[in-house]
C-alpha cells in the first residue's frame, strides 16, 4: 500500500512570504503530525490532527499552523517566515489509536529554505 | 516533558563489526520507535518496540521499559548501515500523542 506522501519536496522562499506544505496519510490513518527537523534543534513535534481536529501542539509560535481534511490529507502553513524557519519538515501518519495504532511512519519530507 | 538521550553521539565502524546503540528516557512511555534516517533524510521505521525484543535481520533491538532504556544492536555491519539512527518515545499529552525525539547516534561503516 502506499506510503506518506509530501508534496513538494523542496521549497525555497524569501523572508517574509508564506508556504503551505501537504501531506497525505497511509490509507486508513487517521493521525497526522508533523515534526521540524534542525541541525540546531533536531526533530521536533509541531502538532497533530486526528478526525480534522488538532489534538496537540508543540512549542511553537502562532505563525505555524495546519489543518486536517475529511480525507486524512493535512496541510501545514507558516506565515511571515523567518530564516531560522529552514528546515526538513517531516509528516507521520498512524491510525491515532492506542497500542499499536500510534506506530508512526514518515513521508519523506519536505526541505524548505528561506533566503 | 521526557527527556530522550542517545548514545554515542557517533560511531564510526568496520564493515562486519557489531555495535550497540542506546537510548535512554526520563519517565514512562507508551510505546518507542527505532528509525534510520536516510540521506535523503525520510525516517525509516525499523522496530516498534515498546517492550521486549524483536529481530529484523541483522538488526535487533530491546526495550526494558521499567529501567527506562532501549538498545539497538546492529551485527556484521555493511556500508549501507551508514546513516543516523533515532530512537522516539510516544507519550499521550493532551489528547493526542506526540513522538519525543532522541537527538541520535550518526553511524558511519568503513569498507
Known amino acids: 500500500k502506499a506510503g506518506v506522501t509530501q508534496t513538494p519536496r523542496y521549497l525555497i522562499k524569501t523572508r517574509g512570504q508564506q508556504v503551505t506544505l501537504s501531506c497525505s496519510p497511509i490509507?486508513?490513518?487517521?493521525?497526522v503530525s508533523w515534526y521540524q527537523q534542525t541541525p540546531g534543534q533536531g526533530l521536533q513535534f509541531l502538532f497533530e490532527?486526528?478526525?480534522?481536529?488538532?489534538?496537540n501542539k508543540g512549542n511553537f509560535p502562532g505563525r505555524f499552523s495546519g489543518r486536517q481534511f475529511s480525507n486524512s490529507r493535512s496541510e501545514m502553513n507558516v506565515s511571515t517566515l523567518e530564516l531560522g524557519d529552514s528546515a526538513l519538515y517531516l509528516c507521520a501518519s498512524s491510525k491515532g489509536q492506542g497500542g499499536t495504532g500510534t506506530e508512526a511512519f514518515f513521508g519523506q519530507g519536505t526541505r524548505l529554505t528561506v533566503v | 516533558g521526557i527527556q530522550v538521550e542517545q548514545s554515542p553521539p557517533d560511531l564510526i565502524l568496520q564493515e562486519g563489526a557489531n555495535s550497540t546503540l542506546r537510548c535512554n528516557f526520563s519517565d514512562s512511555v507508551n510505546n518507542l520507535q527505532w528509525f534510520h534516517q536516510n540521506p535523503w533524510g525520510q525516517l525509516i521505521n525499523l522496530f516498534y518496540?515498546?517492550?521486549g525484543t524483536k529481530q529484523n535481520g541483522r538488526l535487533s533491538a530491546t526495550t526494558v521499559a521499567t529501567e527506562r532504556y532501549s538498545l539497538l544492536y546492529i551485527s556484521s555491519s555493511q556500508t549501507t548501515d551508514s546513516g543516523v539512527y533515532f530512537c522516539?518515545?510516544?507519550?499521550?499529552?493532551?489528547?493526542?500523542?506526540?513522538?519525543?525525539f532522541g537527538g541520535g547516534t550518526r553511524v558511519l561503516v568503513k569498507p
Open positions: 518496540i515498546p517492550s
Open positions: 522516539a518515545v510516544v507519550t499521550r499529552e493532551a489528547a493526542g500523542n506526540k513522538l519525543t
Open positions: 490509507s486508513g490513518h487517521r493521525s
Open positions: 490532527y486526528f478526525s480534522e481536529t488538532q489534538r
